[in-house]
């Protein structure tokens, strides 16, 4: 699902959630593995205050494990409750309704104390793609009502069982990505959240292979059958990044015989393959953004 941008419809879901935020014992936000940051709205936290959180590092099958490791201690040592998923194959959604019992411990003794024995409500928060509605179908074990991301349709709030004791707010509306500055929209647009129309095919191509060849490079030679990486000489920073992105474009073009006339390589097919291998997870598994803490 690709997200496109309505302004106001932010402002609609934050009404949302400050309505219904008192019906609920906490608040499980679902992000993608693969870029933790750039999958979260910020203004959650200002939202959803003083409730229990849980964070639910989805798509970890597609995400580098030593990093999706860094950022479960990283949203721990925040005070976050946190479950690795792969919702696709049902991989980690299983511990989901102990993890919110635990997370909701001292609340549920109180209530035992005192002989209650009530239905925990659990608000689902997440921005379009990072594998809401599977995630959900998957603990609900059944079909729920997909997403609607398109402007003007309003939903109701969405109720859905887990168990006798376990409730769901699916929300209604969309909670938007915040791009606040190029790097989430170019993320979103790696992962293929957003449309490629955020930038041309060709420098978002040149962006994704710097950051490879910088963090990724034996996956990087191993996927274009490239002998050797070609050395950055271009300076830090963007400009720096597709230029060298570029040359990374041209090498793995070649390998590819993505040729056009006059010999010249094919770097914008070249792109594009590159943006479609990687949403596909044909190239390895990464993460394109790390804890602060760790970089
Ligand atoms: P959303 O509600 O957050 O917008 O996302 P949704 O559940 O619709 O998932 C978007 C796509 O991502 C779906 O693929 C879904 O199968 C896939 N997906 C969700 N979670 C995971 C995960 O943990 N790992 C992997 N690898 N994929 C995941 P699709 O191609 O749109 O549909 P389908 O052909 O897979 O059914």
């Not at 699902?1 to 959630?17: A, D, L, V």
């Not at 976050?80 to 696709?88: G, I, S």
């Not at 309003?154 to 004791?165: E, F, G, H, L, M």
């Not at 191993?222 to 920073?237: H, T």
Request: hydrophobic fraction near 40%; charged fraction near 30%.
């Amino acid at each position: 699902m690709n997200i496109q941008w309505y302004p106001g419809h932010m402002t609609k879901t934050r009404r949302m959630i400050a309505d219904q935020i008192r019906n609920v014992d906490a608040v499980c936000e679902i992000i993608d593995a693969r870029i933790p940051v750039s999958s979260r709205n910020p203004d959650v936290d200002e939202l959803t205050v003083g409730k229990p959180r849980l964070v639910v590092l989805n798509r970890v099958d597609q995400a580098d494990p030593a990093a999706t490791k860094l950022w479960t201690a990283y949203f721990r040592s925040k005070g976050y409750a946190v479950l690795e998923t792969d919702a696709k194959s049902g991989s980690g959604t299983a511990k989901f309704a102990v993890a919110v019992r635990t997370l909701l411990a001292e609340k549920l003794k109180a209530y035992a104390e005192k002989g209650q024995n009530r239905v925990i409500r659990v608000m689902i928060l997440g921005i379009p793609n990072v594998g809401k509605s599977t995630f959900i179908n998957k603990i609900a074990g059944r079909k729920t009502a997909k997403t609607e991301d398109r402007p003007g349709v309003t939903r109701s709030k969405q109720w859905v069982p887990i168990d006798a004791y376990l409730e769901l707010l699916d929300t209604p509306g969309i909670l938007w990505p915040k791009f606040e500055d190029q790097s989430v929209g170019m993320n979103l647009a790696f992962t293929g959240a957003v449309k490629d129309d955020i930038l041309d095919v060709e420098t978002l191509g040149c962006h994704l292979m710097a950051y490879l060849a910088e963090r990724y490079p034996e996956a990087l030679k191993v996927a274009y059958k490239l002998s050797s990486i070609p050395v950055r000489e271009e300076e830090e920073g963007e400009e720096g990044d597709v230029a060298w992105g570029y040359r990374l474009l041209q090498a793995a073009g070649r390998k590819r015989g993505f040729l056009i006339s006059g010999g010249e390589i094919d770097t914008e097919r070249m792109a594009k393959i590159l943006l479609d291998e990687f949403r596909g997870s044909k190239l390895g598994r990464f993460t394109l953004e790390l804890p602060e803490e760790s970089v």
